[in-house]
């Protein structure tokens, strides 16, 4: 008797951690619905702010104008590994929830210097664990279409800044984290360098499209 009483609280205590996790489950997975769902609506509304002002005519000579906080810079796509998001200025928290975020103090897509764009890798920047030297990267912007060929690749430390210097010639960074399918707080930096060119490739040149 004393036995079967003594168990009785340890079994309340049982049911009622069981379903504190399933309502803690429940509301972790609502979250990250909400999360997703917001992150692709956001995208959506911009990509139509987006194109709505492409239409407008712009003044000759164009020129890269500074964008304030939260701004929109334009677009970034990656045609063989069918990346295409919106980026916005900043590379806080909040930006990066809901698009790819340009690095304030680095330059302007169609600017001489160095641009760096920066995602999460479990999100936007997915794609890019398929990323190859030749790939093409073109970045659209009210102010033209600027297109790229990627260089290299390198994974660096966080604390690596020098992926953010200067360059004489405009250039693109793109900056993740890594590895891709690290759980939680990944220890690393995937960077994507990459060159302007005058030009997408003709189609006898473009790099091989198999996946790998």
């Known amino acids: 008797m004393k036995a079967r009483i003594a168990r009785k609280p340890f079994c309340a205590i049982l049911r009622w951690t069981r379903r504190a996790l ?10 990250s619905g909400f999360v997703f769902l917001d992150a692709q609506y956001f995208q959506h509304r911009q990509n139509l702010v987006l194109d709505r002002l492409l239409l407008k005519p712009l003044p ?37 929830r809901r ?26 920047f997915r794609p ?49 984290c890594y590895p891709f399918y690290f759980v939680g707080s990944a220890p690393h930096r995937f960077i994507v360098h990459a060159e302007r060119i005058a030009a997408p490739y003709p189609a006898a040149i473009l790099p091989n499209h198999r996946e790998f």
């Open 99 to 124: 698009a790819v975020g340009h690095v304030p103090g680095t330059a302007l897509p169609g600017e001489s210097g160095n641009s760096a764009i920066t995602a999460h890798r479990d999100t936007f």
């Open 128 to 176: 890019l664990r398929k990323i190859r030297s030749g790939d093409l990267i073109s970045v659209t912007t009210l102010t033209g279409q600027y297109n790229y060929r990627v260089q290299s690749t390198e994974i660096v430390n966080p604390d690596n800044t020098e992926v953010l210097d200067p360059s004489s010639s405009e250039t693109l960074t793109l900056i993740t």
């Open 22 to 31: 399933l309502a803690a489950g429940f509301s972790l997975c609502a979250y």
């Open 60 to 96: 000759s000579p164009v020129v890269p104008v500074s964008v304030p906080p939260l701004g929109l810079i334009g677009r970034i796509e990656i045609p063989r590994l069918g990346l295409s998001q919106i980026v916005m200025e900043g590379s806080d928290s909040k930006t990066l």
